[in-house]
């Protein structure tokens, strides 16, 4: 006989936080949200951290370079979809890396002989104002100079002069010295009150450019998720089909963290795609395994110096049919809270810590917070991110609201792809696990990303937590009844407001 395990399948909803002490000394906008995406091993710090506990899913109509790159400004991570070919994942990867932050190629350049009416062409194209002058026209050639709109009048000049009679030349241009850091490339950039700084190698070569509107902007962003040559981060999804020239092309073009994307990760496949990407790389890349709903999937994943955290949900997604259609899940808290005793037991054995990622099926912002508090060290959302202004996917307006279309990757509309693409044969679909549907776009990442944190911030307050370890550990929660789910809206009150309205149909008021 199959075992029945006691207690029913819950859902985030189902609990509440009980709150604990308040010291006077705590502030909201104190509090810490970093939270470490690869295994900590004893004595040791996190390889890799992410300084806001939110990922986006690895979904089409999800994870593009812009979102990526809106979300990793705001401190968290975005997971590039594996839906598509291999070169163009890996060109969002790429996108996403060589976004200015800091020290930047520069891709748009010129020679001494090109005419003003080509330059203007070029910075039509690119929209940059400033273009180096190399001595072959590529960023990495000797700079002969700077020619910037402001060097010419459209209407005065005559077009045809060449950028050579109208240029900065190269003794008349500030530049830094390969080897210096940001903060003096800064410091150089205020004292000659300059936008753009070259920076040179000995021979003089062009080796990257510093602007200073990137300066601005990152003291706009202070939570920025930068890695060490002050890039953004991003994450890539992988399949077990075809990772081993998947990965490769993926670390090549600068992912910071890989994770395999599966409704079901506790299989013989994904086991030997984790051991093929640690005998190639080591522990260099960060890997993250699932999904898994079980004590008995994070054993799979994890032993053997296996993956780094691991992703917990199946069936929760709310474009997500898998339990209906298939008859396997389970709900979302009792999944996270059997995976994150398995965790904490696994670190009392061996002083590892592995991350755990609450994936899915987050309908609003208390529940992000209840995740957390649950174990969770951060959550992946596609929903949230689908409703976005940087999420891939075209504005539509349905009878005067503003929507975007989201579906899931179980659906023959994500699955098309594999189509088009050499290396993967043909599956056909025999059913699908997601659905195809519309949510309405509520603002840029930044705006709704600043409402969440700052009620997560408060709420931890609340329980005297200043950072996301500590929360875990005074955490305590208490499952609610029915009625007291009733009893968390207003009651006996009749509201007028439009806004609340709005906002509850866009993300706060589905429970
Ligand atoms: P959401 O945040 O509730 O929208 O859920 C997003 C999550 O749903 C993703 O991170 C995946 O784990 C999962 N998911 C994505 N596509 C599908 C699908 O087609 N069927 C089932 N689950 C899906």
Redesign the pocket.
């Known amino acids: 006989m199959a075992t029945i395990l006691e207690g029913v399948s819950r859902t985030f909803a189902e609990f509440l936080l009980i709150p604990r002490l308040t010291r006077k000394d705590q502030k909201p906008d104190e509090v810490d949200l970093s939270t470490p995406l690869s295994a900590v091993e004893p004595n040791k710090l996190a390889r890799f951290k992410i300084n806001t506990p939110v990922v986006s899913?690895?979904?089409q109509s999800v994870s593009g370079s812009r979102l990526a790159i809106a979300l990793a400004r705001q401190g968290g991570l975005g997971f590039v979809f594996c839906s598509q070919d291999i070169a163009s994942q890996a060109e969002m990867v790429h996108q996403v890396k060589a976004h200015k932050a800091g020290f930047v190629s520069s891709d748009s350049n010129t020679k001494t002989d090109t005419t003003l009416l080509e330059v203007i062409e070029l910075m039509k194209r690119t929209g940059h104002s400033t273009v180096p002058v190399t001595d072959d026209g590529t960023g990495s050639g000797k700079l002969l100079g700077l020619i910037t709109d402001q060097d010419f009048w459209v209407y005065e000049d005559d077009l045809s002069n060449t950028v050579g009679q109208h240029m900065t030349a190269i003794d008349k241009v500030i530049f830094g010295v390969e080897g210096l850091t940001l903060n003096e490339a800064n410091r150089l950039l205020h004292k000659h009150k300059k936008n753009c700084l070259p920076i040179l190698d000995d021979a003089g070569h062009l080796t990257s450019l510093v602007f200073k509107k990137d300066y601005e902007d990152h003291m706009r962003h202070p939570n920025e998720l930068l890695d060490g040559s002050k890039r953004l981060c991003v994450g890539a999804a992988i399949n077990t089909h075809d990772y081993r020239e998947r990965v490769p092309a993926l670390i090549e073009a600068g992912a910071d963290a890989l994770c395999f994307d599966s409704?079901d990760g506790f299989t013989e496949f994904q086991k030997e795609g984790i051991e093929w990407i640690r005998h190639q790389y080591g522990q260099s890349i960060v890997i993250g395994g699932g999904?898994i709903v079980s004590a008995e999937g994070f054993d799979y994943l994890v032993e053997d110096g296996g993956v780094d955290f691991v992703k917990v949900?199946m069936?929760?997604?709310?474009?997500?049919?898998?339990r209906e259609q298939k008859g396997v899940g389970r709900g979302q808290a009792s999944a996270l809270m059997d995976v994150v005793r398995r965790r904490d037991e696994y670190l009392a054995e061996t002083g590892r810590y592995i991350p755990i990622c609450s994936?899915?099926?987050?309908a609003n912002d208390t529940q992000i917070v209840i995740a957390l508090a649950m174990g969770a060290d951060f959550v992946?959302?596609?929903?949230?991110f689908?409703m976005t202004e940087e999420s891939p996917t075209p504005k539509t307006s349905i009878n005067g609201q503003m929507y975007k279309p989201y579906w899931?990757?179980?659906?023959n509309r994500?699955q098309n792809w594999q189509r088009y693409a050499e290396d993967m044969s043909t599956r056909e679909m025999v059913f699908?696990?997601?659905v195809d549907a519309y949510v309405p776009l509520v603002g840029s990442v930044a705006e709704v990303l600043k409402t969440t944190l700052y009620k997560l911030r408060s709420t931890m307050v609340n329980v005297g937590a200043d950072g996301l370890s500590e929360f875990r550990d005074r955490s305590i929660l208490t499952l609610v009844s029915e009625q007291s789910v009733i009893e968390a809206g207003t009651s006996s009150v009749f509201q007028f407001s439009a806004t609340r309205d709005i906002e509850e149909s866009n993300w706060g008021g589905k429970s």
Request: proline share 0%; net charge negative.
């Open positions: 899913a690895a979904m409704s999904n949900g069936g929760g997604g709310s474009i997500c049919i898998t994936d899915g099926g987050l992946m959302m596609g929903r949230y689908a899931g990757e179980g659906t994500a699908e696990e997601g």
